[in-house]
Structures are given as structure tokens and as C-alpha cells.
């Protein structure tokens, strides 16, 4: 079972904010990173750190984090970013170890 | 461009082990860790472990200690994941990714994915 709880999904109109969490204690001591996955394709780094995007990755996208919770920030969705968001950290065993989330669909309307 | 091209698709009889190979390009192999990742079809990621292709050290997700071993030959910047005794539930794609220290546990490129199906 993942260490790492997201809620399953989550919908968005055109062009407005839609956030997405990612709660689990390791979260209290590391970033998570955020990953974009399209039906039949790789996943996609979004944010990392604190709060970074990798090159091409548009401003829209933001990261947070406060206490065991991570954070997601899509401010002004499009079409395209309908897919499943996936965070990543550490697992609670505080070796270096790690574990995905358990995802969330993101449909935009 | 920095690229992970893995190998082709398996089909394994249950019991039996697979073997994935990630070949790396457009960067220094050995400066960079390779987590590997598996989903199952309509499933989430699931994260299996990681490797540090200079060092050759890893670590492994508690769920597949045992059964998973990953190596690498840096004389041709490949990176390969072994699972043993695969049973029906292993059937996944398998990706790799590039791992660092700001981006542990995934990655900021991946392989395209490799599809094992275990079958009997």
C-alpha cells in the first residue's frame, strides 16, 4: 500500500485553478515531485524541489508544501493538462527509499 | 539529447525471471542514479528501486527484496533490472528513469516503457 495518499480525482473547468495534494508523513521532511502521465505514454516530471519545472514545463504548474501535505497547482488549466498526476517521495522508513502516490485523474471540462 | 531507449517486449512463463536493459546517451552515465518503475495496466506507478551506476549501489522497495537485482555495465552506458520468480501479477510496464539529487525516486527523463506479460 502506498505511503503517499492522493485523492482519485479531481475535475476543472477551462482555464480555471485546480489543486491537487499528496499527503504522507515523509512529507513533514522531504519535497515531493510531481509527475504528469498521459494515457500510453511515459510519465512526465512537472515539479521538483521546493518548487521547480524542468524546461518546458509552462508556469502554470506550481508546487507547495505545508506539514505532511504536498501540493499541485494547475492555475488556469487547459485541455491538455487532462491526464494522472502521480507525487513521489520519500517512504516513511527514513532510508533512502521511495514511493509513488496513488495518483489522481484530472479532468478538465 | 539525453535519451533512455530500453529493451523490447517479454513474455515469461510464471517462475521464470526477466531481464530489462536501459541504455543511456547524451549524458555521463555514472553521474546520474536509474530508479526503475513498473504500472500495471490501469494501475499507478509503483516505485521498485534505484541504482547508482558508478558506485553500482542500490536500493530496493521492501516489497521486492529478494527478487529484484539491478546492475549496470558502464562500458556501454546500460543500466539493467532482473525479476525473478515472476507471477502473474508482475505483468506491467517497466520504465527507467534519470535520478539526481534534486529529483530522487523518479526522474527527469524516462525510457519509453517495456511491456512483460507473465503467462502461462
Not at chain 1, 65 to 92: H, M, P, V
Request: charged share 15%; proline share 3%; with cysteine.
Amino acid at each position: 500500500s502506498s505511503e503517499l495518499t492522493q485523492d482519485p480525482a479531481v475535475s476543472v473547468a477551462l482555464g480555471q485553478t485546480v489543486r491537487i495534494t499528496c499527503q504522507g508523513d515523509s512529507l513533514r521532511s522531504y519535497y515531493a515531485s510531481w509527475y504528469q502521465q498521459k494515457p500510453g505514454q511515459a510519465p512526465v516530471l512537472v515539479i521538483y524541489g521546493k518548487n521547480n519545472r524542468p524546461s518546458g514545463i509552462p508556469d502554470r504548474f506550481s508546487g507547495s508544501s505545508s506539514g505532511n501535505t504536498a501540493s499541485l497547482t494547475i492555475t488556469g488549466a487547459q485541455a491538455e493538462d487532462e491526464a494522472d498526476y502521480y507525487c513521489n517521495s520519500r517512504d516513511s522508513s527514513g532510508n533512502h527509499l521511495y514511493v509513488f502516490g496513488t495518483g489522481t485523474k484530472v479532468t478538465v471540462l | 539529447q539525453v535519451q533512455l531507449v530500453q529493451s523490447g517486449a517479454e513474455v515469461k512463463k510464471p517462475g521464470a525471471s526477466v531481464k530489462v536493459s536501459c541504455k543511456a546517451s547524451g549524458y555521463t552515465f555514472t553521474s546520474y542514479d536509474i530508479n526503475w518503475v513498473r504500472q500495471a495496466t490501469g494501475q499507478g506507478l509503483e516505485w521498485m528501486g534505484w541504482m547508482n551506476p558508478n558506485s553500482g549501489n542500490t536500493g530496493y522497495a521492501q516489497k521486492f527484496q529478494g527478487r529484484v537485482t539491478m546492475t549496470r555495465n558502464t562500458s556501454i552506458s546500460t543500466a539493467y533490472m532482473e525479476l525473478s520468480s515472476l507471477r502473474s501479477e508482475d505483468t506491467a510496464v517497466y520504465y527507467c528513469a534519470r535520478g539526481s539529487t534534486m529529483v530522487q525516486g523518479g526522474g527527469d527523463y524516462w525510457g519509453q516503457g517495456t511491456l512483460v506479460t507473465v503467462s502461462s
